[in-house]
């Protein structure tokens, strides 16, 4: 999650996994942040912003739905490999840290962290990655708010197929 204050998101809207607020340059979304306290809503502020909110609510319509945003660059190439590898993973489908990190030839504890670092869930699906025994952590937390959101993501996914 990127820190970013209240006045800096291009918009802050509600959705079935709380408020999220979006924040954009005018030519890609830099953020899709989970905003845990009480947040007030902003209306959109920029048209990439109200293309992000159209596309999210189709998402949470429609989990096929597939997004067709320009996203920031991520940082690193690993972050790169990362990214890609989560956008391979199909709807409705997950697969383990360790596995991703067979497949672009890392560890699952690296994974975890470039997930983590992912600064548009959801968007970019890193709710998809799973422990090996279990769920796994989402947004860095193991338990909470974050993790509920995490079960709500993969449930909508199976449900709405």
């Known amino acids: 999650m ?4 209240f006045h800096e998101y291009t918009a802050i ?19 899709v942040n989970f905003l845990y306290d009480e947040s007030r809503l902003r209306s959109p502020s920029s048209a990439l912003a109200e293309q992000a909110i159209m596309q999210l609510q189709q998402f949470f319509t429609n989990p096929d739905f597939k997004f067709n945003l320009p996203l920031v660059k991520s940082i690193t190439p690993f972050q790169n490999k990362v990214r890609s ?19 672009i030839a890392s560890s699952a504890r690296a994974i975890a962290g470039g997930c983590r670092r992912n600064p ?9 990655i799973v422990a090996a025994n279990g769920l796994g952590g989402f947004s860095g ?5 974050p993790l509920a959101n995490k079960k709500w993501l993969l449930e909508h996914e199976r449900t709405k197929r």
């Open 2 to 5: 990127i820190n970013v204050s």
């Open 13 to 31: 809207i509600d959705s079935p996994v709380g408020a999220l607020g979006i924040l954009d340059d005018g030519e890609v979304i830099q953020a």
């Open 85 to 103: 590898a989560l956008l391979r993973i199909p709807v409705g489908k997950t697969m383990t840290y360790g596995n991703v990190a067979k497949t």
């Open 120 to 128: 548009v869930p959801i968007i970019v699906p890193c709710h998809r």
């Open 141 to 145: 937390a193991l338990d909470g708010q």
